[in-house]
């Protein structure tokens, strides 16, 4: 355990601190490590730490912050390249907002593919790394390839992106560990044909395992599913099972096969709140649940030594070939894998040494990994389970003597003793792992352990039976058409019970983000409580104390801006769309949410927000009815605790005019969800902690040509100057939506000596000339422009950024700018 710690460590100073070149760590490592040969006692111990530590520092240098960069020259540009199809391509469907069915159908293909040469000319050249391939407007007719073959692909390569918004992981990094380049996008899929020449006998061999991997997968697929899976892996209506298969069957796919399925949505999010996630990705306590089936089977048989841990093993590696390859099937397959190689040996041995040392190796291989959550839980609790089950088991129901002569064990002491050792392994995970789990999602589930006692019974039953369907479908197949029937009217009503579960108020509690110190500081005092714990226990409760201190210390300062600051704007980078987070004081509104890229409101915009501190929203304003101001209300209504939604008139006109819209939608299901729902027009205002928003446009009953023109405008001024005239006052902000040439005139005309120290580039930085002028008039210190790349860096705002600091989200990232008390500025952005 120590080693990996040291690993670790090692690991999380060349993150934070990337100072010293691998070469030069791996150099001083062989020093210390030399030296810890000479010295002994203590000194040896810490030189030999250091060594260690260094080692980690060097490696993660050298594997992840010096990975080489792509062959390709640019962040983006047209290749032609040749590779292995490395998994079966399926058509997705992008949405993943309430929103979808108004937007765009977004159903693309995607697959990854290991690169083997890229074209240059008439000459393919030795190319390496994995790329995912993405092809839009596809249909299900087309013809394409599948998993082994060897392709030629022409599309748009686009690099790897780095961190684009508060809260998100850097991608570069993650790629660089398993070699992942970037992606690319094809318009249609005749740009997909057969790859020149034969390859090598390596080569061969590897397509014809990735072939024989995926016919077996999708045989396993039509056993406990019924019917071949089909090449739509995720949409608005079906689940993609080649017909509309039902929540149950969704629910089957993903605890035995481990596939995703857009059926699966709400009762995923029920999983998640109930402290179950763990249950819906492969885990170890799927590979438990299914070694212990095979065991069992084994046994029966009698007693085969050391061959039961090989079969084991051998029925185990022949699943996971059948399941996705993703980190957590891989890292849970060698978890398990390993325990069972150790006790199979017969030789005595540590566990938690042997689960350290896998830990070690899983580091080694994707040393980002430190830093998944899935990690972290995964051989935390497993060696919180080695280290302190049996001794937690002891001390809630006793400790039974060894030695003493009893007689058989009948079937209700089997089912007291599994259910009590249940209750004890829930509570010792549950608590444990709660402080972590807020740390990394904001989210506490106070009835996972009642949860964890209720569904983890049923939830092995269901796993028990779908891994017996799959059998029987090797060896009897026409039983196995029967089974699954009744498997899937079991996991039927375990979608049911899980979200009955989730409706009982309480069950699930948002909290704001919590430092790192507090989460270790609450994790360990958890430990002290189950090793040391008792009522009278002085020191124990003191750490308490202090952690509860320390929590609500944190709770009540989370999201407070500095005392300088009168109001701050963090523009996020949601791609072609609007998402402004303004805060002042202890208040926070969201001015639109939406995007072009469906989903944003689901993830981005709730991590984002906590990550900048920022408890509840409980206010969020849709400037005019286009789809990309306002498609991730609803999702992120729930997560950031909305209760207000403030639009204009020609939304509300849009939702009564046609009861169809989008417009119409989102007001009815905000008004269903007891969502306050008000209109504003030009002279209304909202106050906003230390601020006042006043509404500049459009006037009360304004029917402009177009939706753009219809936004809502507003200048943001400190309470102390609201009300003045716009002409005799700097606005602190002011917010423009997508006007264009008729509403810019009007203002104008209306407050010709209107001036900010912020502005809103209008219609996300479109080239208008009128626009142009209309920020140049304004004199602003700070410009901010929200928009995907295709107008990013255009020559046209060259004077405007000659004159302010102006960032656009497609170049920069999310910007921040804070205006201070004494009228400064401060102003950065993400990849600034």
């Known amino acids: 355990m120590i080693a990996l710690a040291l690993l670790a460590a090692g690991f999380v100073i060349a993150r934070e601190i990337p100072a010293l070149p691998s070469g030069?760590?791996?150099?001083?490592?062989?020093?210390?490590?030399?030296?810890?040969?000479?010295?002994?006692?203590?000194?040896?111990?810490?030189?030999?730490?250091?060594?260690?530590?260094?080692?980690?520092?060097?490696?993660?240098?050298?594997?992840?912050?010096?990975?080489?960069?792509?062959?390709?020259?640019?962040?983006?540009?047209?290749?032609?390249?040749?590779?292995?199809?490395?998994?079966?391509?399926?058509?997705?469907?992008?949405?993943?907002?309430?929103?979808?069915?108004?937007?765009?159908?977004?159903?693309?293909?995607?697959?990854?593919?290991?690169?083997t040469g890229a074209v240059e000319g008439e000459e393919v050249k030795r190319a390496s790394g994995k790329v995912g391939v993405v092809v839009a407007g596809v249909k299900e007719s087309d013809a394409r390839p599948r998993a082994g073959?060897?392709?030629?692909?022409?599309?748009?390569?686009?690099?790897?992106?780095?961190?684009?918004?508060?809260?998100?992981?850097?991608?570069?990094?993650?790629?660089?560990?398993?070699?992942?380049?970037?992606t690319v996008r094809l318009p249609r899929m005749d740009l997909i044909g057969p790859a020149l020449g034969e390859g090598t006998v390596l080569g061969r061999a590897e397509s014809a395992w990735l072939a024989f991997r995926a016919s077996m997968s999708e045989r396993a697929h039509e056993i406990l599913l019924g019917g071949t899976p089909s090449p739509v892996k995720a949409d608005a209506g079906g689940t993609g099972h080649g017909r509309a298969s039902s929540e149950g069957r969704a629910l089957l796919g993903a605890l035995i096969l481990g596939e995703e399925d857009r059926a699966l949505r709400e009762v995923r999010s029920s999983f998640n709140r109930l402290g179950l996630t763990h249950v819906l990705t492969i885990s170890g306590f799927h590979l438990a649940v299914m070694c212990g089936v095979v065991l069992v089977v084994l046994r029966l048989g009698g007693d085969l030594g050391r061959w039961e841990a090989a079969i084991a093993s051998s029925l185990i590696?022949?699943?996971?070939?059948?399941?996705?390859?993703?980190?957590?099937v891989w890292r849970s397959g060698l978890m398990v894998?390993?325990?069972?190689?150790?006790?199979?040996?017969?030789?005595?041995?540590?566990?938690?040494?042997?689960?350290?040392?896998?830990?070690?190796?899983?580091?080694?291989?994707?040393?980002?990994?430190?830093?998944?959550?899935?990690?972290?839980?995964?051989?935390?609790?497993?060696?919180?389970?080695?280290w302190l089950g049996e001794f937690t088991h002891g001390r809630l129901f006793g400790v039974r003597l060894r030695g003493v002569v009893r007689g058989p064990e009948g079937v209700g002491s089997w089912v007291r003793g599994s259910f009590?050792?249940?209750?004890?392994?829930?509570?010792?995970?549950?608590?444990?792992?709660?402080?972590?789990?807020?740390?990394?999602?904001?989210?506490?589930?106070?009835?996972?352990?009642?949860?964890?006692?209720?569904?983890?019974?049923?939830i092995t039953g269901v796993l028990i039976a779908g891994y017996i369907v799959l059998l029987?479908?090797?060896?009897?197949?026409?039983?196995?058409?029967?089974?699954?029937?009744?498997?899937?009217?079991?996991?039927?009503?375990?979608?049911?019970?899980?979200?009955?579960?989730?409706?009982?108020?309480?069950?699930s509690v948002d909290v704001p983000r919590i430092s790192l110190g507090l989460a270790l500081a609450a994790t360990g005092v958890a430990v002290y409580w189950f090793v040391r714990g008792r009522w009278r226990d002085g020191a124990g409760w003191a750490m308490?104390?202090?952690?509860?201190?320390?929590?609500?210390?944190?709770?009540?300062?989370?999201?407070?801006?500095?005392?300088?600051?009168?109001?701050?704007?963090?523009?996020?980078?949601?791609?072609?769309?609007?998402?402004?987070?303004?805060?002042?004081?202890?208040?926070?509104m969201l001015w639109d949410c939406g995007s072009l890229t469906p989903g944003v409101g689901e993830r981005l915009v709730p991590r984002a927000a906590r990550a900048l501190g920022s408890g509840a929203v409980p206010v969020v304003l849709v400037t005019h009815p286009n789809l990309d101001h306002f498609n991730g209300v609803l999702d992120a209504a729930g997560p950031l605790g909305v209760r207000r939604v403030i639009t204009g008139e020609a939304v509300a006109r849009r939702a009564e005019e046609r009861p169809a819209s989008a417009e119409?939608?989102?007001?009815?299901?905000?008004?269903?969800?007891?969502?306050?729902?008000?209109?504003?027009?030009?002279?209304?205002?909202?106050?906003?902690?230390?601020?006042?928003?006043?509404?500049?446009?459009?006037?009360?009953?304004?029917?402009?040509?177009?939706?753009?023109?219809?936004?809502?405008?507003?200048?943001?001024?400190?309470?102390?100057?609201?009300?003045r005239s716009a002409t005799g006052h700097e606005a602190l902000v002011l917010l423009t939506g997508d006007i264009q040439g008729g509403a810019i005139a009007t203002i104008g005309t209306e407050h010709p000596w209107l001036r900010a120290k912020v502005v809103e580039a209008p219609h996300h930085g479109s080239v208008r000339e009128e626009a142009v002028r209309f920020v140049m008039g304004l004199g602003p210190r700070v410009v901010l422009q929200s928009t995907g790349p295709g107008r990013a860096g255009v020559a046209e705002w060259g004077p405007v950024r000659d004159q302010a600091a102006f960032y656009c989200t497609a170049e920069d990232g999310a910007a921040w700018v804070e205006v201070l008390r004494d009228g400064g500025v401060r102003s950065g952005a993400v990849r600034r």
């Open 664 to 723: 119409a939608f989102l007001l009815g299901e905000l008004r269903r969800r007891g969502v306050e729902v008000a209109v504003v027009t030009a002279g209304d205002w909202i106050d906003l902690g230390e601020v006042r928003l006043e509404f500049l446009s459009p006037a009360r009953g304004t029917a402009w040509g177009t939706d753009n023109d219809a936004s809502l405008v507003a200048r943001v001024v400190s309470q102390d100057s609201a009300g």
């Open 24 to 115: 030069a760590a791996f150099g001083l490592a062989g020093v210390a490590a030399v030296l810890g040969g000479v010295v002994k006692g203590w000194a040896c111990r810490g030189v030999m730490g250091a060594a260690c530590v260094l080692f980690g520092y060097g490696y993660f240098m050298l594997r992840v912050m010096e990975a080489p960069a792509p062959w390709f020259a640019g962040r983006s540009e047209l290749v032609q390249v040749e590779g292995v199809v490395l998994d079966t391509p399926r058509i997705e469907r992008r949405e993943r907002s309430v929103m979808a069915p108004f937007g765009s159908d977004g159903s693309r293909l995607r697959f990854d593919l290991r690169l």
């Open 544 to 588: 308490l104390a202090v952690v509860a201190g320390w929590t609500i210390g944190e709770f009540r300062w989370s999201g407070a801006l500095a005392r300088d600051v009168l109001v701050r704007v963090d523009t996020l980078a949601v791609g072609d769309g609007t998402c402004h987070l303004i805060r002042s004081g202890r208040e926070a």
């Open 337 to 386: 894998l390993g325990l069972i190689a150790a006790d199979g040996l017969g030789r005595r041995h540590d566990r938690l040494a042997v689960l350290s040392w896998i830990a070690v190796v899983i580091l080694l291989y994707r040393p980002m990994e430190a830093w998944s959550i899935g990690f972290q839980l995964s051989f935390g609790l497993v060696a919180l389970l080695v």
């Open 472 to 507: 029987l479908g090797v060896v009897a197949p026409p039983l196995a058409g029967v089974a699954s029937q009744a498997l899937g009217a079991m996991a039927e009503w375990l979608a049911w019970a899980v979200r009955w579960m989730d409706s009982v108020p309480g069950t």
């Open 149 to 182: 073959e060897r392709v030629r692909v022409m599309g748009r390569l686009e690099a790897v992106e780095g961190k684009r918004n508060p809260g998100e992981r850097d991608g570069r990094l993650w790629a660089a560990q398993e070699g992942r380049i970037g």
């Open 317 to 328: 590696l022949a699943y996971l070939a059948i399941l996705p390859f993703n980190a957590p």
């Open 420 to 458: 009590t050792r249940l209750v004890s392994t829930s509570l010792l995970c549950g608590i444990v792992a709660t402080p972590v789990v807020a740390y990394h999602t904001g989210l506490v589930s106070p009835a996972a352990v009642l949860s964890s006692i209720l569904m983890v019974p049923p």
